[in-house]
Structures are given as structure tokens and as C-alpha cells.
């Protein structure tokens, strides 16, 4: 390099070139440029080192940091001491587990600081002979030993001491200590409920149960005393049932104190449980001052006290109460795993009432069935008898050992068992609801091999694959029914059929003759002058003589065509198959032919007639009841014109009638349908208006004219034999109103009307009398109202005085109307006259009408007759009649008539007046 530089140097300056100047010169400088250089690399291997060194003081700050924040994180305490037991390390969990603070803790001892004060001189010791010997006992180990909180309660603790270093007598340690109090808590739960569980697992009742799970629950919790407390529901307190305790002489007085107590719902601790179901524990029973035991638990010595309710899951039942001689503090935890403890033993109780209540309800079962009069078997899936009791014993002839693990089709009938088999099975199918209940009738087998009538009833025996049945013979429960649907079907008299096997018969028939679209036809039989063989011979002879003409009509009848008693003397024939009317005017014709000849009755010959009314469907009707509805107006148009039989025609209904329905073929239907019914119009005493009886009044509801007055069927029915049920139906149902208003609370009589038909009836007083002593009313309350015209007309003396006899009152309707002659006032049993309305009902207006009406008042009076004016519409006609003295009033004034349920509310009301009423 210098050569070069020394050339070029040359050749710009332009001087001599001499290399030897040069080496020389650089000979010179080499040492200089060595010591350089040396100076350099010197500097910086120096520097690099440095560089490493802090590089590595680095890494260890890091390290620390480290090693601090996992200490700081740790699970577990971590405490760190010298050799003379000063704290030089003290991390967060520490902070947390002892309450000291890190710079609180720096500088203490240790023995000072976490160690119980019973454990401080084994501590030292421990301490000295490790740092003089290196022996220590605790030393890498992990040990459990009491810790002493800040605030001097202490708890249990795992500790794990090491020493980390050591230079002759210079030790340095470290302790990893843990709060094991959950675990031992956790533990102590964990043996107390299986305290608990064991004697509930081995014991057969509660009461066995009880003292051990009590004992149980206080050796391993650490309490002093336990109570079980039931709940008396019939007092609606609590009990002392059970206790433990330690025995000392102070318990034993305060538990004997405890049982002379009842806590009522909310009283005490014990009651406050009871009420909320919910756990509570009180510290410091001396703060309990509102307890009636308080005073008690501080003179044995107890302090804390904790309660518990025993439930079954729907309510409580009991309460377990725990008393401790320390004050104690218990946790949600514990708490709640006494809660679970108080649900299993409530379960337990009430599972052991139920096996006790099942094991009796069996036992009862067995006595039952072993006394039982139905015969009780059991069958299984294969139809198995799997039990058997006595009465089936007795029913089937069988011995049990013959029957059970047999197949339960040898009790039954042959030819029946191809059919009760698939029905026992069907109640044994997966699908099928665990209550199934049925009912069937088949044909058992006795032993003997005599079949007979068998009930069967069964039931599937809950989730069970067994069927339960109860056996019965119903031989004559079968003979009992077949005769009670023969009677209900039949006459008892005549032994034919009645009217309601008749009805079915002729709707049958009808039914066929649609399909068939064919004819049939209905017979409506009556026997003229029937009455005059009842008046003449007596019922006996009139009962034998129906019974001949019932014969007599069944001989020339087909066995196919049916013959009934109507009612009364009345019969009725629905021949079999098509029937038009050529055909029934021929049945009829033989039907006359046959009683032609006199019947013999006491060996006297009688002779009757008949009437018979034909009506044809679907000719004259296209149901069963409009068809026996037109028979019966032919019936009546043949007894009108003597002529034996007579066919149904529209012009027999009566035309017009002046714009009245044609009713009278239609009333018995009426009678027997309930389509009638009564309305009642209050009479009322003329002073103070107290409601002394309510007259009957009869409508029909008819289903196609609505609601008929009297006046459009009652002439009707008095011109027939239909009067008589007519007036038997109002009598009853009058009747029963009265009985039932006076069950009410309501005294009232009740005035019926009789026509002069009724009159002429032997049989009235006698039905009377019977109706009176049915419905329990007194005869005095019933009040017969006959028009003047009927009384005179009947000469009806002997039936008026045998009706006085029973001690109803005869009432003279419409009076003022009939015939001038008063001599049968005086002559018949007549106590009540009313005056009629058409003198009433202008009175106020009408001198004239208000002399007869005051003479009438005089007239009766003067007989000792009590008198009732109707058509009393107005205020002005009241106060008269009051002021002539009339008795009793009646009229719209004071009342329209209305059913029952309408005039109920207004008797009653009407019933606590007095004074003048309103209407």
C-alpha cells in the first residue's frame, strides 16, 4: 500500500521515486500499529462480555417475576421464613386464607402469626433441633394441623414445609399450606347423611329409625342434642316425638322441659320452619329471647341451635332441631345438604306410612275377599288362575289346588269359551290403559258339569299382566229380570201385552212397512157399558169379564198379530205384515163376531159391545203416535154411531169447531206425554191479603198450537171417558206442588175444578183420598170447586158426602149463574161459595151487580158458608168487597196465573204481609 501510495505521489508531484524511504519509515511505525490494534480488540472483548453479563441479569429479573406471579396465583398459601421463624415471604393466597396483608405479615414470626398457641412451643423445639441437627419431623412432609386466622378462630390445614437453603446455621424455609375446611366439611356431610341413610335402609318403621338417625346426625356434625318434632294435624301443632342427647343431668332437665311443649305454626324456631320450609340456625340462643325455651337451652349450657324441616315433597311433616354447646355458624352448604337430608327422611316416612297403610289395605283385601259373597279370581297372560277364594269355592265346586295353575276356561261353559278367552286376553295388551273395567255375561261350569248364568266383571290388576274378575251366579237375578220386563210389558190382569209394548210393536211395524213399502194398520178396541158391569156385579166380576173378552179376541188373531190392554177397557190390535184397510175392517169384523156371544160372569150371562177405531199407515198417519191418535177418533166416531167399527176419517175431527182445534183424539196423548201443565192464581184474605190457596188451572202445551186455554178441550174431554185421567193427572200434580212448596216453607192450599162427569165417578173420593195420603197433605188444604149446573144436574149426594168425608172442602163455583133453588145449600156438604166474576167484574160501576154481590156475601154468611169473589180487577172493587165482608178474593188485581217456579218467590213474600196488598 505505501509503494503504491508512493507512486502515485510521484507521479503527481513529479519527484524522484525512492521505495527504501518508505520501508524504512514503515519499519518504524509497526510496533505503534501492533499497540493499536491490540488496544482495540482489547475494547472490544470487553464490551462483549459485558453485554452477556447484562443479558443474563436480564433473564434473571424475568425468572423472579415469574417465579413471583406463580407464587402470587398459587392454590395455596405460600410463606417463606428464616431460620429464626421471621416471615420473609407471603403471597396473596396467604393474604386470603390467615387476613393478614403482605407487608402486615413481613417481619412476624410465624408462631405469632399462623400457629394456634397450643402448637407455639413444639414449633420452637422443632425449629432449634433442625437448624443443630437438620433433623426435622414436619420437614418434606405434607402434614394436616389446626392454622390460626387474624381474628382467632382456627381451621384446619394441609402444610408442606421445605427448607430451601442452607449455610451452617443460616436455614431458609418454605411452607405451602392449604384451608382444608370445604373437604372436611364436604367429608363430615358426606358421613352424615351416610349416618342418615344406614338406619333408614335397615329399620321397618320410623320410630326405629328415628333415635338413630338423630345420633347419627349429632356425633358427626358435632351437636349436643337432636329432636324430631312432628306435626299433629288433628291439633295443628308440633310434638316432640324423638330426641337424642349426651346424657348429663342438665340435658336431661332440659329435654324433659322440651317435651311438656307444643309449637304452633310460626312459633318459635321450630314453628318458623314449620311455616316456611326453609332451614335457619341461630348462633346465639340468648338472642332468642321470644323462645319459651331459651331460658332452658342457656342453663344447659347450649348456645348455638339449628332447625331443619322434614318434608315428603308436597308439604312439611316434621321438623329435626339440633342444639350445640358451642356457638356455631353454619354455611348455605351445610345447610343445604340438611334440607336434603330433611326431604330423604320425609320420603322415607311417608313411604313406610304407605307400606303400612298397603300392608293393611292387603290385609283388609284378604279378609274381603276371603268373605266376600262374588266368587275372585285372578288370571294371568296365559289365562293362568293364579288365585282363587272360598266363594268361588262355593260357586264352581272346585277345591282351590284343582284350580290355581290351571287354565280358567275349565270354569266356564264349552261352547262359551271360544268367546270369553279373546276378551280376557284384550284386556292384557300393552297398549291397553292400566284401569280397564268390563262387564260380561257368559255360561259357567260347575265341577258337576251344570252350567248356569255367570257375571263376569272384569279389571286388569294395575301394571300387572294379571287380570282380576269377580264372579257371580245370576240365575235368579236373570228370572228376576225376565219377570220384571214381562210385567213392565205385559198386563197384569190379562196377562196381554200393554200400551208400551204396543207402542214399540206398532213403531216396529211402521219401520217395516217403509222398507217394505206396504201398509199397516193399529185397532182401537173399547167395551161399551163396561161401567155398568163394574156398578152392577162389582171389579171382580168387571176384572174376569176383560179377561174373557182378551181371550176371546186372541182366538181368532193370528199368533203373529199382537193384542193389548190399552188401559181400562180398552184394547188395541197392530195386525202382522201388510195391513190396508180392507183387511183391518175384516180383523175387526172378527173381532165382533167373537164377543157376540154373552160372556158368563158368576153364572150370569153378559152381553157387551165394542167400538173399534182403524186407522191405516201411511193412509191416515205416518207415525206411531199421530196413527193411535186417528184410531182413537174412529174409535169414538163408532161409539157416537153405534156402529161397531169405524175407519178414520178427517170429517170425524169435528170441522172447524168455530176456530177450535180438533183436540179431543189427541188429548190422551197429551196426558200420557206431559204436555200439559197448571197454573196457579192466588186467593188471598180480603183484609190483610195473606195468601190462604192458589186455584188450579190446567193448559196444554201443545206442540203445533202453542199454549191452550181450558175452554178449547176441556167440554171435550167432559163429553168422553177421558175426564176421569184427566182430572186424576191435575189432582196429582196439584197435589205434588203443594207437598213441595210446604218442603219450601210455604203453607198453601190448593182448589181444584171437577166437572159433572167427575161427579158421577165412584171411584173419585177413593183416588182422592190415596193422592192425599201420597204426596202427605192435609186434607183441608184441598179445596174441590164444582159448578152450581154440575151439582144440581148429577144429584151426585153420595160421592159429594163420601169426598166431605175425607175431609177436603166443597166449593160451589160460578155461583149466581145455575138454578134459583138454594134448598141443596142446605141439603149437601158445601162450605165455600164463590161468586162468579161477570157480577164481580163491574161491581164498581154497576149497582145492580154490587146488591147481588153484597146479598151473595150476606146469603153465605147467613148459611155459614165462607165466600171468595173472582174477577177482583181493580182497587175500587177490593175495598168494596172488604167493606161488605167478603172472605177471600181472587183476580187479576191480585195475581195473574203463572206456573209454580214464577208464583213461589211471590207467595213467600206475600206470606210475611199484612194490610192492604197491590197488585
Request: aromatic share 6%; net charge negative; hydrophobic share 40%.
Amino acid at each position: 500500500m505505501l509503494v503504491c501510495l508512493e507512486t502515485m505521489i510521484s507521479m503527481f508531484m513529479r519527484a524522484r521515486y525512492d521505495g527504501f524511504w518508505y520501508v524504512g519509515h514503515a519499519l518504524t511505525l509497526l510496533p505503534c500499529a501492533t499497540l493499536l490494534i491490540g488496544t482495540v480488540g482489547l475494547y472490544a472483548a470487553a464490551r462483549r462480555d459485558a453485554e452477556v453479563q447484562l443479558r443474563v441479569m436480564e433473564k434473571f429479573k424475568e425468572s423472579q417475576q415469574r417465579l413471583q406471579v406463580i407464587i402470587d396465583t398459587s392454590p395455596s398459601a405460600v410463606i417463606t421464613a428464616d431460620e429464626a421463624g421471621l416471615i420473609t415471604g407471603w403471597n396473596r393466597k396467604a393474604e386470603e386464607i390467615f387476613g393478614w396483608s403482605h407487608d402486615e405479615a413481613i417481619g412476624r414470626t410465624m408462631a405469632g402469626t399462623i400457629i394456634p398457641r397450643r402448637y407455639r412451643d413444639a414449633h420452637q423445639r422443632g425449629l432449634a433441633r433442625f437448624i443443630e441437627t437438620g433433623d426435622g419431623r414436619l420437614v418434606g412432609k405434607t402434614v394436616e394441623l389446626g392454622a390460626l386466622h387474624r381474628d382467632g378462630h382456627e381451621f384446619p390445614a394441609e402444610i408442606s414445609v421445605s427448607a430451601t437453603s442452607r449455610s451452617g446455621a443460616r436455614v431458609a424455609f418454605v411452607a405451602f399450606v392449604s384451608d382444608v375446611s370445604e373437604r372436611h366439611m364436604a367429608e363430615r356431610l358426606r358421613g352424615v347423611q351416610f349416618a342418615v341413610t344406614r338406619p333408614l335402609a335397615n329399620a321397618a318403621t320410623w320410630a326405629e329409625a328415628a333415635p338413630q338417625v338423630l345420633q347419627g346426625i349429632c356425633e358427626t356434625m358435632g351437636w349436643t342434642i337432636g329432636e324430631f318434632w312432628a306435626v299433629d294435624r288433628e291439633a295443628n301443632v308440633l310434638r316432640l316425638e324423638f330426641g337424642w342427647a349426651r346424657p348429663t343431668r342438665e340435658l336431661a332437665a332440659f329435654e324433659a322441659a322440651s317435651r311438656e311443649l307444643t309449637f304452633a305454626r310460626g312459633d318459635g324456631l321450630v314453628g318458623r320452619v314449620w311455616a316456611t320450609g326453609r332451614a335457619t340456625s341461630i348462633e346465639d340462643v340468648a338472642g332468642d329471647r321470644d323462645s319459651p325455651r331459651t331460658s332452658a337451652a342457656l342453663s344447659a349450657g347450649l348456645q348455638a341451635r339449628f332447625a331443619f324441616a322434614v318434608t315428603n315433597g308436597r308439604k312439611v311433616t316434621g321438623v329435626i332441631a339440633l342444639f350445640s354447646n358451642e356457638r356455631r355458624q353454619l354455611d348455605r352448604a351445610t345447610m343445604r345438604v340438611m334440607a336434603d337430608i330433611g326431604s330423604q327422611i320425609g320420603h322415607f316416612i311417608e313411604r313406610r306410612r304407605a307400606e303400612e297403610e298397603l300392608r293393611r289395605s292387603g290385609e283388609r283385601i284378604r279378609a274381603i275377599l276371603d268373605n266376600v259373597a262374588d266368587g275372585i279370581v285372578t288370571v294371568d297372560e296365559r289365562l293362568i288362575v293364579r288365585s282363587y277364594n272360598p266363594a268361588a269355592e262355593r260357586l264352581f265346586g272346585y277345591a282351590p289346588d284343582e284350580v290355581i295353575g290351571k287354565e280358567f276356561g275349565r270354569l266356564i261353559a264349552e261352547a262359551c269359551r271360544g268367546e270369553i278367552k279373546p276378551q280376557l286376553r284384550a284386556y292384557l295388551r300393552p297398549h291397553k290403559r292400566e284401569v280397564v273395567v268390563g262387564r260380561h255375561e257368559t255360561s259357567g261350569l260347575r265341577k258337576d258339569g251344570i252350567a248356569f248364568p255367570l257375571e263376569f266383571n272384569v279389571g286388569r290388576l294395575g301394571p300387572q299382566r294379571l287380570v282380576i274378575g269377580s264372579l257371580r251366579d245370576v240365575s235368579e237375578r236373570k228370572a228376576e229380570t225376565e219377570a220384571l220386563q214381562y210385567r213392565a210389558l205385559h198386563d197384569p190382569l190379562t196377562g196381554l201385552p200393554n200400551r208400551t209394548f204396543l207402542r214399540e210393536r206398532l213403531e216396529e211395524t211402521i219401520r217395516a212397512g217403509e222398507r217394505e213399502m206396504k201398509p199397516c194398520a193399529v185397532l182401537l178396541v173399547d167395551l161399551d157399558g163396561f161401567k155398568s158391569v163394574n156398578d152392577s156385579l162389582g171389579h171382580e166380576a168387571g176384572d174376569r169379564l176383560l179377561q174373557q173378552v182378551g181371550q176371546r179376541m186372541r182366538s181368532v188373531l193370528r199368533r203373529a198379530d199382537t193384542i193389548a190392554r190399552y188401559g181400562g177397557d180398552e184394547f188395541a190390535v197392530v195386525p202382522w205384515g201388510a195391513t190396508d184397510v180392507p183387511r183391518a175392517v175384516l180383523i175387526a169384523e172378527k173381532i165382533l163376531h167373537a164377543v157376540d156371544q154373552p160372556f158368563t160372569i158368576d153364572e150370569q150371562p153378559i152381553s157387551v159391545n165394542m167400538s173399534i177405531g182403524i186407522a191405516v199407515f201411511p193412509q191416515h198417519a205416518e207415525d206411531a203416535d199421530a196413527l193411535t191418535r186417528r184410531a182413537d177418533v174412529a174409535m169414538y166416531a163408532a161409539k157416537r154411531a153405534r156402529s161397531g167399527f169405524s175407519v178414520y176419517s178427517l170429517d170425524q175431527e169435528g170441522g172447524d169447531n168455530g176456530g177450535r182445534v180438533p183436540l179431543i183424539g189427541k188429548l190422551r196423548y197429551a196426558i200420557d206425554q206431559f204436555e200439559l201443565l197448571l197454573h196457579y192464581q192466588p186467593i188471598v184474605t180480603a183484609l190483610d191479603g195473606q195468601p190462604s190457596k192458589v186455584e188450579a188451572l190446567v193448559r196444554w202445551g201443545h206442540p203445533s198450537h202453542g199454549l191452550l186455554p181450558p175452554d178449547d178441550f176441556i167440554p171435550s174431554a167432559e163429553q168422553t171417558d177421558l175426564i176421569k185421567p184427566l182430572t186424576a193427572w191435575v189432582l196429582n200434580e196439584a197435589l205434588g206442588q203443594v207437598h213441595a212448596w210446604s218442603r219450601a216453607g210455604i203453607d198453601i192450599g190448593v182448589a181444584v175444578n171437577l166437572s159433572a162427569r167427575n161427579l158421577l165417578d165412584d171411584e173419585l173420593p177413593d183416588a182422592v183420598a190415596q193422592l192425599l195420603s201420597t204426596w202427605q197433605v192435609a186434607p183441608e188444604k184441598l179445596s174441590l170447586e164444582i159448578t152450581e149446573r154440575s151439582i144440581i144436574a148429577t144429584e151426585a149426594e153420595e160421592t159429594l158426602q163420601r169426598l166431605h168425608a175425607t175431609g177436603v172442602r166443597i166449593s160451589v163455583d160460578d155461583f149466581g149463574t145455575g138454578y134459583s133453588s138454594l134448598t141443596y145449600l142446605k141439603r149437601l156438604p158445601v162450605q165455600e161459595i164463590k161468586i162468579d166474576k161477570s157480577f164481580v167484574m163491574d161491581m164498581a160501576t154497576n149497582w145492580d151487580g154490587a146488591a147481588i154481590v153484597r146479598s151473595t156475601i150476606d146469603l153465605g154468611h147467613n148459611l155459614g158458608l165462607t165466600v171468595v169473589a173472582e174477577g177482583v180487577e181493580d182497587e175500587t172493587t177490593m175495598e168494596m168487597l172488604r167493606q161488605y165482608g167478603c172472605d177471600f178474593i181472587q183476580g187479576f188485581h191480585i195475581s195473574r196465573p203463572a206456573a209454580a217456579g214464577l208464583l213461589g218467590p211471590w207467595l213467600r213474600g206475600r206470606a210475611n204481609l199484612t194490610g192492604a196488598i197491590s197488585a
